[in-house]
């Protein structure tokens, strides 16, 4: 039988669970199996194949695997993940750890159905009126290192009351162990002029399948700032949508790819102004090399009577190799007439003539690269407004910041 | 004593598989400047960065010995650790890449390559600022990108500055003085003087002889359609600079 491994995990699964769950869950099980996992042949996953997963046997992770190499962000609270589960040793903010989620309604395709079934509880930020959270929170997540075949399903809720306000760092990191099936869905409302600074970041390694789905909805005058990083060795597919449902909403979504060889990324966003005087900025970096394949389509739908919306879209590759593949695809859908709507999309190389003058300085042309791809990154990097979460993003991606040059420029200026 | 810093022989060299030079030589000695003037399209550019090592720009025939060394060999950032220094006929902006950061890690390279440790951070600063006052650089401009916002004058300056931060022994400067008023001609003048020792020496790519009213030249050569086809004393920049390159053409 088609997916049965898929059948066989939720069999073991659904014998903990109540009889209520288990038959709702059973109901999201059946979609999955008739829907399956989205096909190639939609235009929304034209370049992301799921196919190899369906013949794939992932097992739930029975062992709960300690990891003792936590790298934290200092000033940050943190709720830890291991494999899906979570880790209450390692975690400042258990209170933020949100029960086990049950899932009515239908998902509406097949991957969010595997979702629903399986779906461990995650994060649930939930701030009252005006509440501000102090320190950004860290959710981790980790795998165990086991080196069978695992999967893991999980649901997050970020609800902020009116005025309300906090920082969310998401990182999936780096591991080692057997291949790994990972999904997760994460429902954001904001409400009247809340805000929300948002980071994703992903460093996965080879032999990880990582799909994540976030849907924000803004309410009245909300911002919304996220940052999505991948860097990461896996295959990984990211569906970032907003609305700006409420009049004055702002939302800037930023995003940096630099995978590692081997690896797809594939980012789809789809930003809709639903009213009047939103804002919308999506800046889009990747540097894409050897034998790699990064995936980005943006779309921004303007609905009709969304007046005086104010949107950018701007992306930029820097492809390092001939075995590189980038598919940057913008999307406009523009229903209103007063609006202010900018888009563009490149495809480049690295200078090299700005190559050849670092050289010729004396400077190595390893050195010289990596100052460049660190330029071209730079721009993005610069949205992480906390300084500790920036000096984590720049060690792992390799691009140790000086602080003795930061220093002098500070002395010069 | 008399053997030469740098020693160019029949050197051809192509572009994008099109022959530039077509056998050129010449020898120059520590402490002498040359210059070297002709036409639009005559070479120069391509003779400077064939010295400097560019990619791109390929010795097909003939020898360059730096310092008794075959420098045709050697990647373009290995030649600079050895004192070679290119100054840029259109210098390139970086955005993202500081001058400081550039300076910093241009001086590191050179001490890592002879052994030696990095620069002290207040050593640094000293000497950039000790250094930026020459060409009259408000080392505030240093923290933005590489040439970045730099009008054309301000670019060529930062050549110069970059050159006497780094001290290099030989100094190529690939008509630094085209497009500059008068003042800032003659800083750049003053820059390159202040370096001129007989341990250096100069190589001056240019087009017009006002630069040598301030740098005096020991030998001026002219180049045409990719070799040299007169060399002289400075007198022969007086006359060029009556006669024209026309006559160049005809020949
Ligand atoms: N990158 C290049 N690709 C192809 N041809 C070039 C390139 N650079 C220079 N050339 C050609 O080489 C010749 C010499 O150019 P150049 O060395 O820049 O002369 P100069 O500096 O004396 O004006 C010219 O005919 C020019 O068109
Ligand atoms: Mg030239």
Same mark, same amino acid.
């Given at each position: ?98 029960? &086990? ?58 609800? &902020? ?144 009577g969304a007046q005086k919306t104010d949107s950018e879209q701007r992306i930029a590759n820097l492809l390092l190799s001939k075995h590189a593949e980038v598919n940057a695809k913008p999307d406009l859908e523009i229903y209103a007439d007063d609006v202010k709507c900018a888009h563009g999309a490149t495809v480049g190389q690295l200078d090299d003539s700005a190559l050849a003058y670092l050289r010729s300085r ?52 | ?76 950032e290995v030649r600079a650790c050895e004192g070679v220094f290119l100054g840029f006929q259109y210098p390139v902006e970086i955005p993202g890449v500081s001058n400081l950061t550039l300076l910093k890690a241009a001086i590191n390279a050179r001490r890592k390559y002879r052994g030696g440790s990095e620069i002290e951070a207040s050593d640094f600063l000293a000497w950039i600022r000790d250094r930026a006052k ?118």
């Amino acid at each position: 039988m088609k997916l049965q491994p898929y059948s066989e995990a939720f069999e073991r699964f659904a014998a903990t669970l109540s009889d209520s769950e288990r038959s709702t869950r059973g109901r999201q099980l059946q979609r999955f199996l008739t829907l399956g996992f989205p096909s190639k042949r939609e235009e929304d996953w034209r370049y992301t194949d799921l196919s190899p997963l369906a013949d794939k046997t992932f097992g739930l992770a029975n062992e709960f695997g300690a990891r003792a190499d936590l790298k934290t962000i200092d000033g940050t609270e943190r709720l830890v993940f291991v494999d899906g589960r979570f880790d209450p040793t390692h975690s400042s903010a258990a209170q933020f750890h949100g029960e &086990l989620p049950t899932i009515e309604t239908p998902a509406a395709d097949g991957l969010l159905a595997l979702n629903a079934a399986f779906a461990a509880s995650g994060l649930n930020l939930q701030l009252a009126a005006n509440e501000h959270l102090d320190a950004p929170l860290h959710v981790l997540f980790l795998g165990s290192g086991d080196a069978a075949a695992t999967m893991s399903h999980q649901r997050h809720r970020i609800v &902020l009351g009116a005025g309300a306000s906090a920082t969310v760092i998401l990182e999936f990191a780096r591991d080692s162990g057997g291949e790994r099936l990972a999904t997760h869905t994460l429902d954001i409302e904001l409400g009247a002029n809340a805000q929300l600074r948002l980071h994703r970041l992903q460093f996965e390694r080879a032999g990880a399948n990582l799909l994540t789905r976030i849907d924000a909805r803004l309410a009245r005058d909300a911002r919304l700032k996220a940052l999505c990083l991948d860097a990461g060795g896996g295959f990984t597919r990211h569906d970032f949508n907003v609305s700006l449902d409420g009049a004055g909403a702002d939302a800037e979504v930023h995003g940096l790819y630099a995978p590692q060889p081997r690896a797809h990324v594939d980012n789809h966003t789809r930003i809709v102004h639903a009213a009047p005087h939103g804002r919308s900025r999506e800046h889009f970096r990747g540097i894409v090399g050897e034998r790699t394949r990064a995936v980005f389509s943006g779309k921004v739908v303007v609905q009709p009577g969304a007046q005086k919306t104010d949107s950018e879209q701007r992306i930029a590759n820097l492809l390092l190799s001939k075995h590189a593949e980038v598919n940057a695809k913008p999307d406009l859908e523009i229903y209103a007439d007063d609006v202010k709507c900018a888009h563009g999309a490149t495809v480049g190389q690295l200078d090299d003539s700005a190559l050849a003058y670092l050289r010729s300085r004396g400077i190595d042309a390893a050195t010289a690269k990596s100052l460049l791809l660190r330029a071209f990154a730079i721009e993005i990097l610069d949205h992480v407004g906390y300084a500790p979460l920036r000096r984590h993003i720049e060690d792992i991606l390799n691009f140790p910041d000086d602080p003795e040059l930061d220093a002098l420029i500070e002395a010069v200026s | 004593m008399s053997k030469a810093m740098l020693n160019i022989k029949d050197l051809h060299a192509t572009v994008d598989g099109k022959e530039i030079l077509k056998g050129l030589s010449f020898e120059v000695k520590a402490g002498e400047v040359h210059a070297i003037m002709g036409p639009n399209g005559s070479g120069k550019s391509t003779l400077a960065h064939v010295l400097a090592g560019r990619e791109g720009y390929v010795a097909t025939a003939g020898e360059v010995e730096f310092d008794g060394k075959d420098l045709l060999t050697l990647e373009p950032e290995v030649r600079a650790c050895e004192g070679v220094f290119l100054g840029f006929q259109y210098p390139v902006e970086i955005p993202g890449v500081s001058n400081l950061t550039l300076l910093k890690a241009a001086i590191n390279a050179r001490r890592k390559y002879r052994g030696g440790s990095e620069i002290e951070a207040s050593d640094f600063l000293a000497w950039i600022r000790d250094r930026a006052k020459i060409v009259k650089i408000d080392p505030k401009m240093l923290s933005r990108g590489v040439n970045e916002g730099f009008s054309g004058g301000e670019k060529k300056r930062n050549e110069i500055l970059q050159m006497l931060i780094l001290e290099p022994r030989l100094m190529i400067l690939d008509e630094t003085d085209s497009g500059l008023d008068i003042d800032a001609l003659k800083i750049v003048a003053d820059g390159i003087n202040t370096l001129r020792s007989p341990e250096r020496a100069t190589v001056l790519v240019t087009h017009y002889q006002r630069l040598l009213d301030y740098v005096q030249p020991d030998f001026v050569h002219v180049l045409a359609r990719g070799r040299i086809v007169k060399s002289g004393g400075p007198e022969l920049a007086q006359e060029l600079e009556q006669k024209g390159y026309g006559w160049l053409e005809a020949a």
